[in-house]
């Protein structure tokens, strides 16, 4: 049971990549940029979680769902799984939105008799 959490977060990262693959969202139109974007997002979010550690604000939560592995102290393995599974899926979701906006924007300009 103790590595449920981890194997979700591994499918849901799998579905992001099939749908960022599909619909050349993200690594699929600049890997380059895209490998950039998502280490920084995620490298942001560990210090974000590491100063709250510091704090003494955030710890770690006990589940029988969770390995028991820690990257440092009050910081388990499935939190560096889940900050990469997030920051993917925003940037997937900020490219699609982007585009339905921008279909949107050109549709509305192609109505026939509209005034400027």
């Known amino acids: 049971m103790g590595i449920l959490y981890l194997l979700a977060l591994l499918i849901a990262l799998t579905g992001m990549v099939m749908l960022d693959r599909r619909f050349r969202l993200f690594f699929w139109q600049d890997a380059r940029r895209a490998a950039i974007v998502l280490v920084v997002g995620v490298l942001f979010f560990l210090a974000w979680d590491v100063s709250g ?14 390995t028991g592995i820690l990257v440092a102290k009050e910081l388990p393995l499935e939190e560096v799984f889940f900050l990469t599974l997030l920051c993917y899926l925003t940037m997937n979701l900020f490219e699609a939105v982007g585009r339905m906006l921008a279909h949107t924007r050109a549709a509305a300009g192609a109505r026939p008799g509209r005034r400027s």
């Open 53 to 66: 550690i510091t704090a003494g604000i955030f710890f770690r939560g006990e589940t029988s769902f969770m």
